[in-house]
C-alpha cells in the first residue's frame, strides 16, 4: 500500500482562488496542476498517496454561528477513518480562527489546535504506527483583507492574531509532539489578503516536498 498523506486544511487547501487572472481556468479554484496538494503529490511520486480534505472558512475547533459544520474538531474522526490508514496527517488551519465573531485571540487559537491535534492522535486510523502529524502555520493575513468586500464579515483583529499565531503554533507543536512548519513565506494575494496567488501554492509545495519524506514512516 502506498504511503498516505492527509491534508487537512481551509480554503487554502481547497485551492481557492481569489483573482481569477491567476488561475489557468480563470475560475474560483486553482486547477490540478496548480493546487499545492497536487504539486506535492507530483513531487513525491507514484509510492505516495496525497489526499486533500480542505473546506473554505474551516476552523480548528470554534463552531461558526453563520455556518454549520467549520471547525475540523467535530468532523475530524470521520474525516481520518474514512482516509485511513494515514501515515501522515497535515493540518494547516487557523486563519478563519481569527474571525472577529469567533472572539478568540492567538493563544486561543494555538490552544484549539492543541485540541485538535491530540483528538486526531486518539483516533485509530494509524495502523500499526504511531500517529504522525505536522503543524503547518499558515502566511500572515496581508493588510489588503481590510480593504476587500470579505474583509467586512472578517472583522477587526484579523492581522494582528495571524501574525502572532507562529510563535504560539510552535509550542503547540512541540507541546504535542507534532512537526511544525511555518509557511510565512508563500505568498497570499493582494486582492484579499488571505489566500494564496499560483505562486504560493508552488512555494508551499516546495516547502512539503522537502520536508515531508523525511517526515513519513520507512
Same mark, same amino acid.
Given at each position: ?5 492527509? $491534508?487537512?486544511?481551509? +480554503? ?17 479554484? %486553482? ?17 505516495? /498517496? ?11 475547533? %470554534? ?5 454549520? +459544520?467549520?471547525?475540523?474538531? +467535530? ?12 501515515? #501522515?496527517?497535515?493540518?494547516? /488551519? ?13 493563544? $486561543? ?12 492522535? +486518539?483516533? @485509530? $486510523?494509524?495502523?500499526?504506527? =504511531?500517529?504522525?502529524? &505536522? ?29 502572532? #499565531? ?21 505568498? %497570499?494575494?493582494?486582492? @484579499?489578503?488571505?489566500? /494564496? ?7 508551499? =509545495? ?8 523525511? &517526515?513519513?514512516?520507512?
Amino acid at each position: 500500500m502506498k504511503k498516505h498523506v492527509l $491534508c487537512l486544511g481551509d +480554503s487554502n487547501t481547497h485551492g481557492y482562488c481569489a483573482d481569477p487572472a491567476d488561475c489557468a481556468d480563470g475560475g474560483t479554484r %486553482f486547477n490540478e496542476k496548480e493546487r499545492w496538494t497536487c504539486l506535492l503529490q507530483k513531487a513525491l511520486g507514484p509510492d505516495v /498517496l496525497v489526499t486533500e480534505e480542505g473546506l473554505g472558512g474551516r476552523t480548528t475547533v %470554534f463552531p461558526d454561528p453563520l455556518h454549520e +459544520s467549520m471547525d475540523a474538531l +467535530s468532523v475530524v474522526y470521520a474525516l481520518l477513518k474514512s482516509h485511513e490508514v494515514i501515515d #501522515l496527517l497535515v493540518i494547516m /488551519l487557523g486563519t478563519n480562527d481569527t474571525k472577529e465573531r469567533l472572539g478568540v485571540n492567538a493563544a $486561543c487559537i494555538a490552544i484549539g489546535m492543541e485540541r485538535l491535534v491530540r483528538k486526531a492522535r +486518539s483516533v @485509530d $486510523c494509524w495502523g500499526d504506527r =504511531a500517529p504522525n502529524i &505536522l503543524i503547518v502555520c499558515p502566511p500572515p493575513i496581508r493588510p489588503e483583507m481590510e480593504l476587500a468586500e470579505c474583509g467586512v464579515p472578517m472583522g477587526r483583529g484579523c492581522l494582528e492574531k495571524s501574525r502572532e #499565531l507562529p510563535k504560539y503554533l510552535e509550542k503547540t507543536a512541540k507541546l504535542v509532539g507534532a512537526h511544525y512548519l511555518d509557511a510565512k513565506d508563500c505568498e %497570499f494575494n493582494p486582492v @484579499d489578503g488571505m489566500h /494564496l496567488t499560483r505562486r504560493g501554492h508552488a512555494q508551499l =509545495a516546495a516547502l512539503l516536498a522537502e520536508a515531508v519524506p523525511g &517526515l513519513l514512516p520507512g
